[in-house]
């Protein structure tokens, strides 16, 4: 191998090393898709989404449809096992969310409130929440999901975790996106940055704080 090759290959390995480092440095979004109807919107407001979060520097999503993943819908009695097929079940799920330094929640409004598959996927994980922050995408009629919203924050308080004040909404969704699934109104684009910006601050600021003293259930 010549002196520029070997060069070129420690330049490749240090630039690769430098990759990993900053990928492991970077908070980590779970991003809950949590409408599992047939012919769902979900997925158009989630990819958007997800442009977002790869286009930055200091964030690495991982994308969990309810859809993709299901989870069971019957709990064991306290004290109880899973069955085999139910841990697996979870098996595919809990691991991320204990994973993620952050979670962004994207909900339509049924009957305004959030889907019950969105329920059952909180109900199934308590620890997973504490001392994370929450941001919501939410997307809808004339309401644009806020009130899914709503009831999601006293949800989510309840399971320790923090919920970021601004949100993004989208009224009337499935006229909000164009036929690439951008975002017709640039004021949806900047509403997303500002929910990320503070979404990144709080996850910052509490993964520090969970290192240094594990959080107190």
């Not at 070997?6 to 690769?16: A, F, P, Q, V």
């Not at 012919?39 to 958007?48: E, L, S």
């Not at 690495?60 to 064991?76: C, H, K, M, S, Y």
């Not at 009629?141 to 989510?156: C, F, K, P, T």
């Amino acid at each position: 191998m010549s002196t520029e090759q070997k060069s070129s290959e420690r330049k490749s390995n240090e630039r690769t090393s430098s990759e990993q480092a900053s990928n492991e440095q970077n908070l980590k979004v779970a991003v809950l898709v949590g409408s599992t109807r047939d012919g769902r919107f979900g997925p158009v407001v989630a990819d958007w989404l997800l442009g977002h979060l790869e286009a930055r520097g200091d964030l690495t999503a991982d994308r969990i449809d309810l859809v993709e993943t299901p989870l069971p819908v019957t709990f064991p009695s306290f004290g109880g096992e899973l069955s085999p097929d139910d841990a697996a079940l979870l098996a595919a799920v809990s691991p991320r969310l204990e994973a993620a330094d952050a979670f962004v929640i994207v909900t339509p409004e049924y009957n305004h409130s959030f889907p019950a598959p969105l329920k059952n996927a909180i109900d199934w994980h308590n620890r997973q929440w504490h001392g994370k922050p929450v941001g919501f995408v939410s997307y809808g009629g004339l309401s644009g999901g806020l009130r899914a919203v709503e009831q999601l924050r006293v949800v989510m308080a309840e399971l320790n975790a923090a919920t970021i004040r601004n949100t993004v909404s989208f009224h009337g969704a499935s006229q909000c996106f164009d036929a690439e699934g951008k975002a017709i109104d640039p004021a949806a684009d900047n509403a997303a940055k500002t929910m990320l910006d503070q979404l990144t601050w709080w996850a910052q600021a509490l993964r520090d704080a969970r290192r240094a003293r594990p959080f107190a259930a």
